[in-house]
C-alpha cells in the first residue's frame, strides 16, 4: 500500500510554507556566471538554476528568472564564464547575487579578482579552483506546455577552456570533494556541502571499471 501522499497542481498554488520544487529538484550545483556587457563593465551572479547538458562538445547552461544583466551581456558578447561556488568562497558568492545598478563590478562588491581568461574576453574568479570559458551556444527564451513565453531565458554555452587547480587532480582524476562544492537546496537559504563519507559507487549495467 502506498503512503499518503500530497498533492497539487502548481498553476493552482502548492499551499505550503515555502515552494517545494526547488527542494525537490536538489541539491543543484550553482551556476557563478562572470560576464561583460560591450563596453567592458564586468558581472559576476549566481544562477541556482544550473547544470552540464552535454559531453562533446561539453555544453553547460544556467537559466535566468527575467532578462538580467548576465543575460544582456552574454547576448551582446557571445561569451561568459562558469566559476565554481565552494565553501571557502559561500560568503563572497553570496555577496555577488546582491541586486545592483548595472553599472557596478560585483567583483569588486565581493572582494574578489577577475583573473584573464585564455580563450574569450570574460574574466574568471581567480579565487575559485575551477572555470569553465564558455561560448554562447543557443539563447532560448522558455514556453509554457500551451506555446505562451515565460520571462526565463535559458544560457547554453560551450566550453572552450577549463581550468582547474592541479592540487585538486589526484593521479591525473579530478577530485569532487577535495574542491568543496556547494550546492543549492530548498528554503529561502539552505545550501549543502558533499563529502566522502556520502560516496558510493555503482556502475552502469555492462560496464565495469
Request: charge should be negative; include cysteine; glycine fraction near 8%.
Amino acid at each position: 500500500m502506498n503512503p499518503s501522499q500530497y498533492f497539487y497542481e502548481p498553476a493552482q498554488g502548492h499551499g505550503l510554507p515555502h515552494d517545494p520544487f526547488n527542494a525537490i529538484v536538489g541539491p543543484r550545483p550553482i551556476g557563478w556566471i562572470s560576464s561583460q556587457d560591450a563596453e567592458g563593465h564586468l558581472n559576476l551572479a549566481p544562477y541556482s538554476f544550473f547544470n552540464a547538458f552535454n559531453y562533446t562538445p561539453p555544453i553547460i547552461g544556467f537559466a535566468s528568472i527575467g532578462w538580467k544583466d548576465s543575460v544582456r551581456n552574454i547576448q551582446a558578447t557571445g561569451t561568459f564564464c562558469w566559476n565554481l561556488a565552494t565553501r571557502p568562497l559561500a560568503e563572497a558568492m553570496n555577496a555577488s547575487c546582491e541586486a545592483v545598478d548595472a553599472d557596478i563590478d560585483e567583483f569588486e562588491l565581493a572582494g574578489l579578482t577577475p583573473e584573464p581568461s585564455k580563450r574569450i574576453a570574460v574574466p574568471r574568479v581567480k579565487e575559485s579552483p575551477v572555470a569553465f570559458e564558455c561560448q554562447l551556444s543557443q539563447l532560448i527564451q522558455l514556453n509554457t506546455a500551451q506555446g505562451e513565453a515565460v520571462d526565463t531565458w535559458l544560457v547554453l554555452g560551450e566550453v572552450v577552456g577549463v581550468h582547474i587547480a592541479e592540487h585538486l587532480l589526484v593521479d591525473g582524476v579530478y577530485q569532487t570533494t577535495l574542491a568543496e562544492p556547494i550546492l543549492r537546496a530548498g528554503g529561502p537559504a539552505a545550501y549543502y556541502g558533499i563529502s566522502d563519507a556520502e560516496r558510493f559507487e555503482m556502475y552502469r549495467p555492462g560496464v565495469r571499471g
